[in-house]
Nanobody, 131 residues
Framework: EVQLVESGGGLVQPGGSLRLSCAAS????????MAWFRQVPGNEREGVSI???????????YYAGSVKGRFTISRDNAKNTLYLQMNSLKPEDTAMYYC?????????????????????WGQGTQVTVSS
């Protein structure tokens, strides 16, 4: 059974930083492209960033324009963990953040990521940016 468990959310002032983690189990982690989404109540889930599965050339990363230059996605395959380092946080970054995995290995999906491409989801971790 695939499980994704996010952690690291919280309340932070504008300009601050947080690092989200997503612990994965039940899958060969390094073989899967992984994604971070976020959702504000009443809105659709928004793709924040994806990191490709680990290839011999390394990994590729993609970001939403609203977070590019401020957020960094990374993965530690030895720890089966996905990260999202969020710097220079803004009030508009306030949302529930989810990590997601597809059901197919060795596949890179297009940008922006579609919810339908990702079959496994964590429970989410809340990020609130407010003074």
């Amino acid at each position: 059974e695939v499980q994704l468990v996010e952690s690291g959310g919280g309340l932070v002032q504008p300009g601050g930083s947080l690092r989200l983690s997503c612990a994965a189990s039940g899958l060969t982690f390094g073989a899967y492209t992984m994604a971070w989404f976020r959702q504000v109540p009443g809105n659709e889930r928004e793709g924040v960033s994806i990191i490709t599965y680990t290839r011999w050339t390394g990994t590729g990363t993609y970001y939403a324009g609203s977070v590019k230059g401020r957020f960094t996605i990374s993965r530690d395959n030895a720890k089966n963990t996905l990260y999202l380092q969020m710097n220079s946080l803004k009030p508009e970054d306030t949302a529930m953040y989810y990590c997601a995995a597809p059901s197919v290995k060795y596949t890179v999906f297009g940008w922006p990521p579609k919810e339908s491409d990702y079959n496994y989801w964590g429970q989410g971790t809340q990020v609130t940016v407010s003074s």
